[in-house]
């Protein structure tokens, strides 16, 4: 009998811990959504190619790591601080109501707070464990993306344009952290970066037109259902990448390994950014964003594997 009463008791006491602990794990899983963990792999990527292809020596992997972590930083405290802008609008789009601040996981109060943490401490991070030149650079991405092209993209469809400008930012953070300044050739890795965001956003915005435009977000042009303007935009900007990612075997600062490399994958994505031009299709938009998606890691993977073989 008194092993029953025992067993009860413990049935009773025991899910209270158990429930704090799934709070608390939920509640993390909401902050780490915040950061958007998903594009911060690519300006991590990004950034790594900047340092690696703008050091000179023998490596120096701490000051690396920092700089990583310092970009990331600010990355996180970007991201988390543009949902709580755009809290409004999330609640409005299929793809993003489930989001922490739509949904009422988190509140608007604790997401500001935890991306001031994360944008003052990666800036300070990276002006005390780096150079102030990447943590500048890295203050100023946060800045321009926070301050125009987010609530740009309320007013204009042109906001694509003005967010590619911060957006093209983390090969040159990577190189000012290795080098202390920039040189034409961190100025290339940034065109290569600029250009290719139109054929990767555009693409998404093609395929969540519907959910953007409830939230009253401009990211397509406005009075054309046909998507003709963002074609011509997406044809555009990926002629225009192609001999652009050339350009670092042409200034000399790539080999042919490198050219050789990069030539077919512009080809590619220039490929699926003519058939998505001319069809427009939800589908061959998918496809464009995962050439794309593809594309970017490539070519810079491309450019390490050069200079470690030259």
Same mark, same amino acid.
């Given at each position: 009998?008194?092993?029953?009463?025992?067993?009860?008791?413990?049935?009773?006491?025991?899910?209270?811990?158990?429930?704090?602990?799934?709070?608390?794990?939920g509640?993390?899983?909401?902050?780490?959504?915040l950061?958007?963990?998903?594009?911060?792999?690519?300006?991590?990527?990004?950034?790594?190619?900047?340092?690696?292809?703008?050091?000179?020596? =023998?490596?120096?992997?701490? &000051?690396?790591?920092? $700089? /990583? %972590?310092?970009? !990331? #930083?600010?990355?996180?405290?970007?991201?988390?601080?543009?949902?709580?802008?755009?809290?409004?609008?999330?609640?409005?789009?299929?793809?993003?109501?489930?989001?922490?601040?739509?949904?009422?996981?988190l509140?608007?109060?604790?997401?500001?707070?935890?991306?001031?943490?994360?944008?003052v401490?990666?800036?300070?991070?990276?002006?005390?464990?780096v150079n =102030?030149?990447?943590?500048? &650079?890295?203050?100023? $991405? /946060? %800045?321009?993306? !926070? #301050?125009?092209?987010?609530?740009?993209?309320?007013?204009?469809?042109?906001?694509?344009?003005?967010?590619?400008?911060?957006?093209a930012?983390?090969?040159?953070?990577?190189?000012?952290?290795?080098?202390?300044n920039?040189?034409?050739?961190?100025?290339?890795?940034?065109?290569?970066?600029?250009?290719?965001?139109?054929?990767h956003?555009?693409?998404?915005?093609?395929?969540?037109?519907?959910?953007?435009?409830?939230?009253?977000?401009?990211? !397509?042009?406005?009075?054309?259902?046909?998507?003709?303007?963002?074609?011509?935009?997406?044809?555009?900007?990926?002629?225009?990448?192609?001999?652009?990612?050339?350009?670092?075997?042409?200034?000399g600062?790539?080999?042919?390994?490198?050219?050789?490399?990069?030539l077919?994958?512009?080809?590619?994505?220039?490929?699926?950014?003519?058939?998505?031009?001319?069809?427009?299709?939800?589908?061959?938009?998918?496809?464009?964003?995962?050439?794309?998606?593809?594309?970017?890691?490539?070519?810079?993977?491309?450019?390490?594997?050069?200079?470690?073989?030259?």
């Amino acid at each position: 009998m008194g092993s029953a009463v025992d067993n009860t008791v413990v049935a009773v006491v025991n899910p209270l811990p158990n429930a704090v602990v799934a709070g608390w794990r939920g509640k993390l899983a909401d902050y780490w959504t915040l950061t958007k963990p998903e594009v911060n792999s690519l300006v991590v990527a990004s950034t790594l190619a900047g340092f690696y292809l703008g050091w000179r020596g =023998a490596m120096n992997y701490w &000051l690396m790591f920092h $700089t /990583l %972590a310092g970009t !990331l #930083l600010v990355a996180s405290g970007t991201a988390t601080l543009n949902q709580w802008m755009e809290r409004e609008q999330d609640a409005h789009m299929r793809r993003t109501a489930n989001r922490p601040l739509p949904a009422g996981r988190l509140s608007s109060a604790e997401a500001l707070w935890f991306g001031i943490f994360l944008s003052v401490g990666g800036g300070l991070y990276l002006g005390l464990g780096v150079n =102030a030149l990447a943590s500048a &650079l890295a203050l100023l $991405t /946060l %800045a321009s993306y !926070l #301050l125009f092209y987010t609530p740009l993209k309320r007013k204009t469809p042109y906001c694509t344009l003005v967010g590619a400008f911060p957006g093209a930012m983390p090969p040159l953070i990577g190189w000012a952290a290795a080098r202390g300044n920039l040189s034409l050739e961190a100025w290339v890795l940034y065109a290569i970066l600029f250009f290719w965001q139109f054929p990767h956003f555009l693409s998404i915005a093609w395929m969540y037109r519907e959910d953007y435009a409830r939230a009253g977000l401009l990211m !397509l042009p406005q009075n054309d259902p046909q998507g003709r303007r963002a074609a011509q935009q997406i044809l555009v900007t990926s002629l225009v990448l192609l001999p652009i990612s050339l350009l670092p075997t042409l200034l000399g600062q790539m080999g042919w390994v490198y050219f050789l490399g990069a030539l077919p994958l512009g080809l590619a994505l220039l490929y699926y950014g003519v058939l998505t031009a001319k069809i427009r299709s939800n589908v061959l938009a998918r496809r464009l964003l995962l050439a794309s998606v593809f594309y970017l890691p490539l070519i810079f993977g491309l450019m390490i594997v050069d200079k470690v073989l030259l």
